[in-house]
């Protein structure tokens, strides 16, 4: 009720906004967030999405400024989806004030997003590097913010992106207000909270998003090679209205979507590559119905908001459990039932089982259905449908079809069957061949017994070679280094080792590499290993089945402390 959100401090331009937009009591991190920022405090709240905390932050910076033509306020998001929908939600916030908001993000053109600053903005929504970059060039001025958002800051940091922003973090004044939200608390998160904020008061929201009760969740063990045809042979088996489909890298998300395509699917990929307006126009025919399959990147999928969703699949699992819950909680929204299907392959046993026990619900097991049951299921629909029609009346006009077909030379089963396959003729093809395998084990399955590098990042090179003694020992103890960078893939199971054309002379470290590698491809941070970092050159270790896609998005096209990235293979 309207009378809950002004217990909290809000003011008439603000209500009357939140009455237009309909919302009908705060939320939990609202309730407790709302009213420590409006009287000046930091804040640091731990939310899932979907739990409202886009309106905690907004309204209190909504409520306390006035025009005038200086950006005043910085919201820094992970991705441009994520950017542009918090964009959005404010602008519904603001319309009953006279305020300029517009979103800076990377796959804009510059000149647009430098033209609305120059005309003046008051608050700017925006991707770190794409801040960054204007910052630059001189044309975003920190020097007027009074309030900072870290939006979604395990993410940012989770991207490689710390570096970032910490220097935008340092041309902001001192005298700001400052509100970091995160889906969870790590290290990293908690050291950055206590550098940057001052006594923030600490909010923590979790209980109602660690369940999934809307949601039937349920769960497929396979081998990695048969996961297509179990994804088409569900997508068959089950009443699916819209699904939402996660692929683990964007190349992958891509060639799916395409052969979903081929297989006779309404299908798209959403994914970094992708230019903007092809984005949103893929989101457009989603909504209009053009489409009914959208196959992401959990980078691609972090922020939108896309609704009428009655499946999730799986394709490629995710990282963690927390990451399980951003997918799921996608569908069976606003009291409607939705399922998520999850394909583990025989070495994440011990993931289904930790997001098993962070969800408190256990998954029900699926074997993949046979193409008898594919059959069978389609026939039972398909009467279904003749029954309903049935069920309604025939019309004069058909009835008159019906007759003059009487009249020829064929029985009233020849004439029907005829029928039948016209009206079926749009349907897709049954998988050439079944998934029986789908709980066994097989040798090329189980799990490696050796180390794996998976999460635990190695780092080497931040020693500077000085060219003395201590450093190295003989002529080419620098040539013996570079080889032994090469060999190190032999030695960890599961790792390729690729050769980066940019080193310590450009002034990379680490944290650019993984956050590089990540925010361009979509594949997860944890699947990047050792990083060796030399002068001229250095070599990351990736997770082999990524290996292929990241070597083919780094042709240059995109860039790292501003030159171009190539990677290749370590030969």
């Known amino acids: 009720m309207l009378l809950d959100f002004e217990n909290l401090g809000l003011d008439g331009a603000i209500l009357q906004a939140i009455q237009k937009i309909g919302f009908e009591s705060p939320t939990a991190i609202q309730t407790q967030a709302i009213p420590a920022l409006l009287s000046g405090r930091d804040v640091m709240g731990q939310a899932q ?34 950017a542009i929908q918090v964009t959005k939600a404010a602008a519904s916030m603001a319309q009953e004030k006279n305020l300029r908001l517009m979103t800076v993000y990377g796959g804009q053109s510059y000149n647009i997003q430098i033209r609305k600053l120059k005309e003046g903005a008051d608050v700017v929504v925006g991707t770190t590097g794409r801040v960054m970059d204007l910052v630059r060039k001189g044309v975003l001025d920190l020097t007027h913010i009074r309030y900072l958002v870290l939006d979604e800051a395990d993410e940012m940091l989770d991207m490689g992106f710390i570096e970032d922003i910490e220097t935008i973090l340092q041309g902001i004044p001192d005298e700001r207000q400052t509100a970091l939200f995160s889906a969870t608390l790590p290290r990293e998160v908690r050291r950055l909270a206590d550098q940057y904020l001052v006594d923030p008061l600490e909010i923590t929201i979790e209980a109602e998003k660690r369940t999934v009760a809307e949601t039937d969740q349920r769960c497929c063990q396979l081998k990695q090679a048969h996961k297509q045809t179990a994804l088409i042979s569900f997508l ?26 081929a297989h006779g699917y309404a299908a798209e990929a959403l994914h970094g590559e992708m230019p903007q307006a092809k984005r949103e126009k893929v989101l457009a025919a989603f909504r209009n119905h053009l489409i009914n399959i959208v196959v992401a990147t959990d980078v691609a999928a972090r922020g939108l908001d896309i609704q009428g969703l009655s499946h ?33 392959t025989n070495k994440e046993r011990g993931l289904r089982k930790s997001i098993e026990a962070f969800t408190r619900q256990p998954m029900t097991e699926l074997t993949v259905p046979t193409r008898e049951e594919i059959i069978f299921q389609r026939e039972e629909r398909f009467m279904d449908k003749v029954l309903g029609v049935l069920s309604e009346g025939i019309s004069k006009k058909d009835r008159k079809l019906v007759a003059r077909l009487s009249e020829l030379p064929y029985s009233p089963e020849e004439i029907a069957a005829a029928a039948l396959k016209l009206a079926r003729g749009g349907e897709v093809e049954v998988p050439l061949f079944e998934v029986v395998e789908s709980t066994k084990w097989d040798a090329e399955d189980k799990p490696s017994r050796k180390k794996e590098y998976f999460g635990k990042r190695e780092f080497s090179g931040r020693k500077e070679f000085s060219g003395k003694s201590d450093d190295f020992k003989g002529r080419d103890s620098k040539k013996k280094q570079h080889r032994k960078g090469q060999r190190r893939e032999r030695d960890e199971e599961g790792m390729v080792r690729l050769k980066m054309n940019l080193g310590k002379s450009d002034g990379i470290h680490p944290n650019d590499v993984v956050g590089a590698i990540a925010g361009e491809t979509g594949i997860p ?11 001229k050159y250095a070599f990351v270790d990736v997770a082999e089945q990524h290996s292929a896609d990241v070597v083919k998005s780094s042709d240059g096209k995109y860039k790292l402390r501003g030159k171009p990235v190539r990677l290749k293979l370590a030969v």
């Open 525 to 535: 941070s944890r699947a990047i290993g050792r990083i060796d970092i030399f002068d």
């Open 236 to 261: 068959e088996m089950e009443e699916v209205s819209g699904a939402l489909v996660f692929a683990r890298t964007r190349a992958s998300a891509q060639r799916l979507a395409d052969d979903l395509k």
């Open 312 to 344: 999730v699949f799986n394709y490629d699992a995710p990282n963690d459990a927390d990451d399980y819950l951003h997918r799921v909680g996608r569908t069976g929204r606003a009291g409607q039932k939705g399922v998520a299907i999850t394909f583990f």
């Open 49 to 82: 999405t979907g739990t409202g905390k886009t309106a905690a932050f907004m309204l209190p910076i909504l409520q306390r400024i006035q025009r005038n033509g200086m950006v005043q306020a910085l919201v820094l998001a992970p991705t441009r989806e994520l």
